[in-house]
């Protein structure tokens, strides 16, 4: 997980306040699908997945309608991937966890996120910090290691597995952009452009951001 921040735009709350009053009024509005996409920068803010098809969540369930304010409140949406919108419906648990467009939650920093390559690929999901009086880190980490690592269903077959492949394809490009740049061959030019990559990958709008971040904080 990283931090993202919303946009807060009079447009958009008026559009949602209008859909809250009708009978069968929808949160789902292209101008909010727009706005998220654009905010989230197009990745499932759960497992950081880029450019996949999404879908809207409730931070906060609204309980089928029931909270009709949670419904249709522009700080309740976020941007999500099917495979972990499912994942966190399932365990009320997962209705309290870090808020990642809230920048007092250190939601990379807070959290370790490794892939572990051998045997085979399992990502390792630890919380480096602990909140008093508060679970909600906990229940992050272990909503994180179930989209990464949970063995699925017969149907949903191979879909973390792909998801682990994506994530050490990434960090191997990633790690070996490192490793070129540390090169005593390198010229100064290629070192000037690896270090751009390298800043790329470790802009939000990569994919698998926090892992990336954690290859930089663990190596000298
Ligand atoms: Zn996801």
Redesign the pocket.
């Known amino acids: 997980m990283v931090h993202f921040e919303k946009t807060f735009s009079e447009e958009i709350e008026m559009a949602l306040e209008r859909e809250k009053k009708k009978k069968s009024g929808k949160y789902a509005l292209e101008i909010v699908i727009e706005q998220l996409r654009h905010d989230f920068e197009n990745k499932?803010y759960?497992?950081?997945?880029k450019d996949i098809a999404i879908e809207i969540e409730h931070f906060i369930p609204h309980k089928k309608g029931k909270n009709i304010n949670l419904k249709f409140d522009w700080k309740n949406l976020f941007l999500?991937?099917h495979?972990?919108n499912n994942i966190k419906l399932a365990k009320t648990n997962y209705n309290q966890i870090l808020n990642c467009t809230n920048p007092e939650h250190k939601v990379t920093e807070w959290i370790e996120y490794k892939l572990n390559p051998i045997p085979k690929l399992y990502v390792e999901v630890v919380a480096t910090y602990l909140l008093e009086n508060s679970n909600i880190i906990q229940n992050t980490v272990d909503l994180l290691h179930e989209?990464y690592n949970k063995e699925n269903t017969p149907n949903k077959k191979g879909s973390t597995e792909n998801l682990k492949k994506w994530i050490f394809n990434e960090l191997t490009a990633f790690a070996n952009l490192l490793t070129d740049y540390y090169s005593e061959e390198i010229e100064e030019d290629d070192k000037k452009v690896c270090y751009k990559r390298i800043q790329k990958h470790l802009q939000k709008t990569s994919a698998f951001t926090a892992f990336k971040h954690w290859i930089i904080y663990e190596n000298d």
């Open positions: 499932c759960i497992c950081e997945q999500v991937c495979h972990c989209v």
